[in-house]
């Protein structure tokens, strides 16, 4: 696999067919890095994984690991009990937009998708028109 990391902190991974960034919120934080950078080891390695998997090939056939979510406009990438949630824009750039840990029975809440929805929204120019290798 040929993904790799980039100099850019918010760059998680950057292929052949795509990129995946961390949004930066209103101060230029990025919650969801922060989130990741929290998690046990074992589950920042499933989970840049599949952002390197993503970026390499384009997408992630497992439906079990990233899907679109109906009726929400947002994909999520899925590890066990964790969920990356953004969207894709340009030319397959996957923006994280909020992270969190699901709980064992039940759907995510809405708000949980409209913090997702709102970070999306204000990382969409940056990364709209920007080719899938975005490291600046």
Known sequence: MQARQAEDPAVAATGRKGSVVWARDERGEMPARRFYSKLPL???????????????????????????????????????GVRFIGGIVGNNVFIVGHAVKKKKSG?????????????????????SGVDSDVAN
Do not use: C, P
């Not at 599949?50 to 590890?79: C, D, M, P, Q, S």
């Not at 759907?107 to 120019?125: D, I, Q, V």
């Open 42 to 80: 074992s589950d920042q390695a499933k989970a840049m994984a599949l952002f390197e998997r993503f970026a390499e090939y384009g997408t992630i056939v497992n439906k079990e690991k990233f899907r679109h979510l109906t009726g929400e406009g947002l994909v999520e990438f899925k590890i066990w």
């Open 107 to 127: 759907s995510l809440r809405s708000s949980e998708f409209e913090k997702a929805r709102r970070l999306l929204e204000l990382n969409t120019l940056r990364y």
